[in-house]
C-alpha cells in the first residue's frame, strides 16, 4: 500500500506537474486572478471554472480531488486540474462551499 500524501499536498502536485502543459496553453486563455485556480469539470466534453484556492481545504473538495486522482493520476490531458463528475455536481458543491 502507497503513502497518501496530503490533500493539499496531492493538488500542488498535480497542478506543478500540469503547469508546463498550462502555460503553453495561457495564450489561448484568459488570465486566473491570484488567490484562484483552473479546474476543467464533466464526464465526456469538459468544463472549464476558476475557483479559490482556498477551497483546497475543504471535505467535500478534497473528495472531487480523490474521485479526479483515482481517475487520472497526475496526468490531467487539458493541462489543468481534471475533475471527472458531473457539472451540475460540481455547482451544487462549489455553491454549498461558497455559501458557508
Do not use: W
Not at 53 to 69: G, I, T, W
Request: aromatic share 8%; net charge positive; glycine share 6%.
Amino acid at each position: 500500500m502507497g503513502v497518501r500524501l496530503p490533500v493539499v499536498a496531492l493538488a500542488r502536485q498535480i497542478l506543478s506537474r500540469s503547469a508546463s502543459t498550462a502555460s503553453r496553453a495561457a495564450s489561448t486563455s484568459s488570465e486566473i486572478p491570484r488567490g484562484f485556480f483552473a479546474v476543467y469539470v464533466g464526464e465526456n466534453q469538459k468544463r472549464r471554472f476558476v475557483v479559490p484556492v482556498s477551497y483546497l481545504n475543504q471535505p467535500l473538495f478534497q473528495d472531487l480531488l480523490r474521485k479526479a486522482e483515482e481517475e487520472f493520476g497526475f496526468n490531467h490531458p487539458t493541462g489543468g486540474l481534471t475533475i471527472p463528475c458531473r457539472v451540475d455536481t460540481f455547482i451544487d458543491v462549489t455553491s454549498r462551499l461558497s455559501s458557508s
